[in-house]
């Protein structure tokens, strides 16, 4: 095992379980639309990459749509929509004892910035978090290459070969290999063992004991 010493973690479907807090304010959002989607499970797709990504993919929305949509995401999202949401088993241990064992820990993500610090004080882990960097409010800084070159910047006295992201989306993946850095992908969630593996993740693991495992010192 590499001797790792910063540890990036991705929020939603890694840390927590977001689904029903996420895809209720997606539905809200397109019914402001007059989009009409009664089943939730359509829009896990929406788990993990920038909305505006998601509603380009998904319904084809031109730049003044998804703009008004994330509008109504956000009227629903900030007030009822980030607590809808649930920690995966085990991951106030795993923190506490990354802690423990001299980590310095970051979360990268899509989500804004001020959303995730919410998020995390709500299910008390900020106390494990050296740094918490996501996109800004206004859509910029949203693709996790970007926000991990920033966690990066922040420990530019730790070489690259220390730092490794966790995730479970090929998103993930593909901005640690951007940054030039190791990811573990994690099949806990909503990304899939072959979705993982296309993406060539230096390590795939089932749950958060193995997550563990390959930390411990």
Known sequence: MKNYRVILFDLDGTLSDPKIGITKSVQYALEKMEIMEEDLDRLEAFIGPPLQVSLAEQYEMDE???HQAIAY???RFSKKGMYENKLYPQITSLLANLKEQGYQLAVATSKPTIFAEQILSYFNLEQFF???VGSHLDGTRSAKGEIIAFVLESFSEVPRQHFIMIGD???DIAGAQENQIDAIGVTYSFGSLEELQHAQATYIVSSVQ???EIFNK
């Open 64 to 66: 003044a749509q998804i």
């Open 73 to 75: 995401y956000r009227e």
């Open 130 to 132: 050296d740094l918490v």
């Open 169 to 171: 989306r090929k998103y």
């Open 210 to 212: 193995e997550l563990q």
